[in-house]
């Protein structure tokens, strides 16, 4: 995080820190009860657009943390 000699942050630190939080908050909602979720469980849950949450799981998807089942669309935690 990049901070400045008076102690606020910078708008990309602030951004990222954003973007940071926004995929754990998605995380977060799988749980041992509900392994599988599907996009638009997870976005009224969290009070966050559908394509937001779609691009997020997308992205950890792309980077292993996820899976998608083929025939339902829903996302899973991959193993790792």
Same mark, same amino acid.
């Given at each position: 995080?990049?901070?400045? @000699?008076?102690? /606020? @942050? /910078?708008?990309?630190? $602030? %951004?990222? =820190?954003?973007?940071?939080?926004?995929?754990? $908050?998605?995380?977060? =909602?799988?749980?041992? =009860?509900?392994?599988? !979720? %599907?996009?638009?469980?997870? %976005? !009224? =849950?969290?009070?966050?657009?559908?394509?937001?949450?779609?691009?997020?799981? %997308?992205?950890?998807? !792309?980077?292993?943390?996820? !899976?998608? @089942?083929?025939?339902?669309?829903?996302? $899973?935690?991959?193993? $790792?």
């Amino acid at each position: 995080m990049i901070s400045h @000699e008076n102690g /606020s @942050e /910078s708008n990309g630190s $602030r %951004a990222s =820190t954003s973007a940071l939080l926004d995929r754990l $908050r998605v995380l977060e =909602t799988f749980t041992i =009860t509900e392994p599988v !979720q %599907a996009v638009i469980a997870i %976005a !009224q =849950t969290l009070d966050m657009h559908e394509n937001r949450v779609y691009r997020i799981l %997308a992205k950890l998807e !792309q980077a292993g943390y996820m !899976q998608r @089942e083929r025939e339902s669309g829903r996302f $899973r935690c991959a193993d $790792r």
